[in-house]
């Protein structure tokens, strides 16, 4: 895939070697006409092509390869991603907050008891073959279970010690709990996800505590001390919609005036989900949830390219790697040790697919089974086919049309790629530029 | 001419990302350097 980055670059992403690699236009133009005669077989800049991908012999079928890759990484038994909620308890009130809208919700703590079941299908599992795994710590709010939060990590730590196996904790909090009792968690843990939504009165209407205070204060003095005491990166969220979508661009002047952007990993923004809290709707200008969610993504991706020109990273949008959906041995675990799809049905029963019970995974129908194997037949004819694998199971159950060029179009997504680019290689480009163009890495 | 690699990730680094998932930072979004 090409993306235009500037009038004298273009990124090429190859996703067979999940490879990004930017060529001036002139090898861009060599390449798409196949013409090589400029781009001398021995030199480092053809092997660069050839080592990432991008050049590949005439009788390669990338497309099969990819496929067999993909499906060998979802089936694979090396690889497990867990998202566990440590709690359903949370002291903020999000007025969008999808646990409004969740039957299988019942205010509960993950226990000690029920973590061992976790832990046990952990360890079976690793000596089944098991590699890598990453855990997020999620919830509700997971550091009002902070004694269970410190327990996993450890228990992971002790883990990768005792085996070959790498693992790592993320933690997803709403930033409120930060005290000597956390301190350790943070610590620890590999990544650090904070939300805000906004300047401090937009932050403060969406997500108050539960006695109706804003919380702004409280997170933003906690995401200062944090960044300060600890090395772990710490990456800020703010949710879009509709309604504090025209506030951002100050939130992020803010950050920036603040001298934040080399301190904190990156900005992400992501669109509240349609319809997923009662009495909450995202929208005041679209007219529907579907004309609201492309609407919203591409607004997002301004708002991303003005954050890129301030400075911050944002995420990398494209990679051939499948979500956990997609992966055989990955699932949202809630705290009764439920499982769903992905931490978006988290507690609902659209996506329950089944439980941990003592050290093994019960699944109550071929659903999951189905999603990590089935890749639907528009993915084999589609240029975009190879980092989209048929689009969000989540979106889908909502009714959504996911496919990516619905969502931006040719022009939103290389914007998006482009902006994810200069956010980290702004300077490289600028080398290439400035050395005219006899750089080669 | 330029050719510069800017990323080639392995196999063992489940950190990229995919175009429409806003929930999943471990898998989704990687929010980081």
């Not at chain 1, 196949?34 to 390669?60: C, H, W």
């Not at chain 1, 490289?428 to 163009?437: K, L, N, P, Q, Y």
Request: proline content about 4%; overall charge neutral; aromatic content about 10%.
């Amino acid at each position: 895939m090409f993306f235009n980055i500037s009038p004298n670059f273009t990124v090429i992403y190859n996703a067979l070697h999940d490879s990004l690699v930017l060529v001036d236009k002139e090898t861009e133009r060599s390449l798409r006409e196949g013409n090589l005669a400029n781009i001398p077989s021995d030199s480092k800049e053809f092997k660069n092509l050839l080592r990432t991908g991008v050049l590949v012999e005439d009788n390669v079928d990338e497309d099969s390869l990819l496929q067999k890759k993909r499906l060998e990484l979802s089936l694979s038994h090396k690889y497990m991603g867990l998202w566990l909620s440590l709690t359903n308890k949370c002291n903020l009130a999000c007025k969008y907050c999808y646990q409004s809208t969740r039957a299988l919700m019942e205010g509960e703590d993950l226990s000690p008891e029920r973590w061992h079941k976790v832990y046990s299908y952990i360890i079976r599992k690793v000596k089944e073959g098991l590699k890598v795994i990453t855990m997020t710590l999620y919830g509700g709010e997971p550091l009002l279970n902070p004694s269970m939060a410190l327990r996993i990590i450890k228990d992971l730590d002790l883990l990768a010690q005792e085996f070959d196996v790498v693992s790592g904790v993320g933690l997803i909090t709403n930033g409120t709990v930060y005290n000597d009792d956390v301190g350790e968690i943070f610590e620890r843990v590999f990544q650090v996800q904070i939300t805000i939504d906004g300047p401090r009165e937009v932050h403060n209407e969406r997500r108050p505590f539960k006695s109706g205070e804003g919380s702004f204060d409280v997170i933003f003095n906690n995401l200062v001390k944090i960044i300060d005491r600890h090395k772990t990166r710490v990456s800020l969220r703010v949710n879009v919609d509709e309604h504090n979508v025209d506030y951002v661009e100050d939130f992020i002047n803010m950050l920036a005036e603040l001298r934040l952007r080399d301190r904190i990993a990156g900005i992400d923004l992501s669109p509240v989900q349609p319809d997923q809290a009662v009495r909450y709707v995202p929208f005041k200008t679209s007219k529907n949830y579907y004309e609201y969610y492309i609407n919203i993504s591409r607004k997002i991706v301004d708002l991303l390219e003005y954050a890129v020109e301030k400075g911050f990273k944002i995420g990398r949008v494209i990679t051939w790697w499948p979500c956990m959906c997609k992966l055989k041995q990955s699932y949202a675990v809630d705290e009764k040790l439920n499982l769903y799809y992905c931490p978006g049905f988290m507690y609902s029963p659209v996506g329950y697919i089944g439980y941990i019970s003592q050290d093994d995974v019960v699944l109550v129908s071929a659903a999951k089974e189905r999603i990590v194997t089935n890749i639907p037949s528009c993915a084999y004819n589609c240029k975009l086919g190879p980092v989209c694998y048929g689009g969000c199971v989540y979106l889908e159950s909502l009714g959504i049309p996911v496919c990516p060029y619905i969502l931006y179009g040719e022009e939103y997504l290389e914007r998006l790629v482009r902006a994810y680019v200069l956010s980290r290689y702004r300077e490289v480009i600028a080398r290439a530029g400035d050395s005219g163009g006899r750089q080669g890495y | 001419m330029v050719v510069i690699v800017l990323e080639q990730r392995g196999d063992t680094k489940p950190a990229g990302c995919i175009i429409y998932c806003s929930l999943c930072f471990i898998y989704g979004r990687d929010s980081g350097a």
